[in-house]
Protein backbone atom coordinates (compact mmCIF):
# COMPACT_ATOMS: atom_id res chain seq x y z
CA UNK A 1 0.00 0.00 0.00
CA UNK A 2 3.11 2.37 0.77
CA UNK A 3 4.11 1.67 -2.56
CA UNK A 4 1.07 2.56 -4.60
CA UNK A 5 0.68 5.74 -2.66
CA UNK A 6 4.12 6.66 -3.10
CA UNK A 7 4.36 5.83 -6.60
CA UNK A 8 1.12 7.90 -7.46
CA UNK A 9 2.64 11.27 -5.24
CA UNK A 10 5.63 10.96 -7.57
CA UNK A 11 3.79 10.66 -10.56
CA UNK A 12 1.58 13.91 -9.31
CA UNK A 13 5.14 15.40 -9.02
CA UNK A 14 6.28 14.69 -12.19
CA UNK A 15 3.25 15.72 -14.34
CA UNK A 16 3.29 19.20 -12.09
CA UNK A 17 7.24 19.82 -12.78
CA UNK A 18 6.54 18.66 -16.78
CA UNK A 19 3.37 20.20 -17.72
CA UNK A 20 2.95 18.54 -20.78
CA UNK A 21 0.83 21.18 -22.39
CA UNK A 22 0.94 25.13 -21.54
CA UNK A 23 -2.52 25.32 -22.72
CA UNK A 24 -3.75 28.29 -25.51
CA UNK A 25 -1.13 30.91 -25.96
CA UNK A 26 -2.82 33.96 -24.13
CA UNK A 27 -0.46 36.38 -26.36
CA UNK A 28 -2.09 35.85 -29.93
CA UNK A 29 -3.77 38.37 -31.10
CA UNK A 30 -3.72 42.43 -31.87
CA UNK A 31 -2.92 44.67 -29.42
CA UNK A 32 -2.71 48.48 -29.39
CA UNK A 33 -1.10 51.31 -27.11
CA UNK A 34 -1.84 54.47 -27.99
CA UNK A 35 0.21 57.37 -26.59
CA UNK A 36 1.88 60.84 -27.13
CA UNK A 37 4.94 60.95 -29.17
CA UNK A 38 6.62 64.31 -29.56
CA UNK A 39 3.04 65.98 -29.18
CA UNK A 40 1.07 63.75 -31.69
CA UNK A 41 -1.46 60.82 -30.98
CA UNK A 42 0.63 57.54 -31.82
CA UNK A 43 -0.76 54.23 -32.47
CA UNK A 44 1.20 50.87 -31.82
CA UNK A 45 0.10 47.14 -32.35
CA UNK A 46 1.72 44.20 -32.33
CA UNK A 47 -0.26 41.56 -34.13
CA UNK A 48 0.97 38.07 -32.46
CA UNK A 49 0.13 35.13 -34.42
CA UNK A 50 -0.55 31.31 -33.21
CA UNK A 51 2.27 30.04 -35.20
CA UNK A 52 5.12 32.28 -33.82
CA UNK A 53 5.78 34.93 -35.86
CA UNK A 54 4.66 38.79 -35.41
CA UNK A 55 4.44 42.17 -36.83
CA UNK A 56 4.53 45.87 -35.37
CA UNK A 57 2.54 49.08 -37.03
CA UNK A 58 3.24 52.27 -36.09
CA UNK A 59 -0.11 54.65 -37.22
CA UNK A 60 -1.01 51.39 -39.20
CA UNK A 61 1.93 51.21 -40.96
CA UNK A 62 4.26 48.11 -40.92
CA UNK A 63 7.23 49.28 -39.62
CA UNK A 64 8.39 45.16 -37.89
CA UNK A 65 7.97 41.49 -38.48
CA UNK A 66 9.56 39.27 -36.06
CA UNK A 67 9.19 35.50 -34.59
CA UNK A 68 8.59 35.04 -30.65
CA UNK A 69 7.70 32.54 -28.60
CA UNK A 70 5.32 32.78 -25.09
CA UNK A 71 7.07 30.32 -22.09
CA UNK A 72 4.69 31.03 -19.16
CA UNK A 73 4.26 34.57 -18.93
CA UNK A 74 7.85 35.01 -20.18
CA UNK A 75 8.24 36.37 -23.91
CA UNK A 76 11.35 35.65 -26.03
CA UNK A 77 11.23 37.86 -29.40
CA UNK A 78 13.46 38.83 -32.08
CA UNK A 79 12.81 40.87 -35.01
CA UNK A 80 13.98 42.48 -37.98
CA UNK A 81 15.05 45.91 -37.02
CA UNK A 82 17.22 44.42 -34.23
CA UNK A 83 19.27 42.14 -36.03
CA UNK A 84 19.26 37.92 -35.60
CA UNK A 85 20.24 37.08 -32.69
CA UNK A 86 19.33 40.17 -30.43
CA UNK A 87 16.66 38.29 -28.76
CA UNK A 88 14.79 40.37 -26.04
CA UNK A 89 13.45 39.01 -22.93
CA UNK A 90 10.08 39.99 -21.23
CA UNK A 91 7.69 39.20 -18.74
CA UNK A 92 4.31 39.69 -19.98
CA UNK A 93 1.78 40.70 -16.92
CA UNK A 94 -1.69 40.11 -18.05
CA UNK A 95 -4.93 42.09 -16.74
CA UNK A 96 -7.42 40.12 -17.46
CA UNK A 97 -8.20 39.01 -21.11
CA UNK A 98 -8.13 42.45 -22.38
CA UNK A 99 -4.89 44.19 -21.53
CA UNK A 100 -1.08 43.29 -20.76
CA UNK A 101 2.19 44.88 -19.95
CA UNK A 102 5.47 43.72 -21.16
CA UNK A 103 8.35 44.70 -18.72
CA UNK A 104 12.02 44.05 -19.76
CA UNK A 105 14.03 41.34 -18.55
CA UNK A 106 16.95 41.86 -20.39
CA UNK A 107 16.97 43.31 -23.99
CA UNK A 108 20.26 45.01 -26.15
CA UNK A 109 18.23 46.53 -28.73
CA UNK A 110 17.20 50.03 -27.55
CA UNK A 111 14.25 50.69 -30.23
CA UNK A 112 12.17 47.49 -29.31
CA UNK A 113 12.54 48.31 -25.43
CA UNK A 114 11.67 51.80 -25.33
CA UNK A 115 8.52 50.88 -27.21
CA UNK A 116 7.50 48.48 -25.13
CA UNK A 117 8.40 48.56 -21.74
CA UNK A 118 5.82 49.18 -18.78
CA UNK A 119 3.31 50.47 -21.38
CA UNK A 120 0.01 49.51 -21.43
CA UNK A 121 -1.64 47.33 -24.26
CA UNK A 122 -5.24 46.37 -24.78
CA UNK A 123 -6.39 43.65 -26.70
CA UNK A 124 -8.30 44.87 -30.29
CA UNK A 125 -11.18 42.88 -31.40
Known sequence: MKKIILSCLLA????????????????????ENTRLFQGSKMSLIGNFKSDGTYSGFINKKAFVTGKYQMKHDTLYIDDSTCGAGYTG?????FFGQDSLKFHVIRDTCQGRREGTDNFLFRKLK
Open 12 to 31: LIVLSAFKLTDGPNPLVGRW
Open 89 to 93: IYQVQ
